[in-house]
């Protein structure tokens, strides 16, 4: 059974950073794509960031593009997300997500979330 598990969230003061990392079980890694999603306070789920599952392809959402970094290592079974200059409107649940099947771009399979909380 596939399981992502997030880690790395918290509190922290607007313009500070924090790395979310996603560890994930049960089948080969390497072959996936790997995302991660946001859901601020009283909004719905929304695309922030996913890597192909080389590593060489990272792709943005605009709200967090030239501030958030995702990266991979396959050896870990581990992707991440490096968080910098964030903003109170970064607040959010975030989740790390993965397609079903390798050949997949739908994200099907998801962590429980971890909360991330920037004070003003």
């Known amino acids: 059974q596939v399981q992502l598990v997030e880690s790395g969230g918290g509190l922290v003061q607007a313009g500070g950073s924090l790395r979310l990392s996603c560890a994930a079980s049960g089948r080969t890694f390497s072959s996936y794509l790997m995302g991660w999603y946001r859901q601020r306070p009283g909004l719905e789920r929304e695309f922030v960031a996913s890597?192909?599952?080389?590593?060489?392809?990272?792709y943005y959402a605009n709200s967090v593009k030239g501030r958030f970094t995702i990266s991979r290592d396959n050896a870990k079974s581990t992707a991440y997300l490096q968080m910098n200059r964030l903003k109170p409107e970064d607040t959010a649940i975030y989740y790390c997500?993965?397609?079903?099947?390798?050949?997949?771009?739908?994200?099907?399979?998801w962590g429980q979330g971890t909360q991330v909380t920037v004070s003003s």
């Open positions: 890597i192909s599952a080389s590593g060489d392809y990272p």
């Open positions: 997500a993965s397609p079903k099947y390798s050949y997949s771009y739908n994200f099907e399979i």
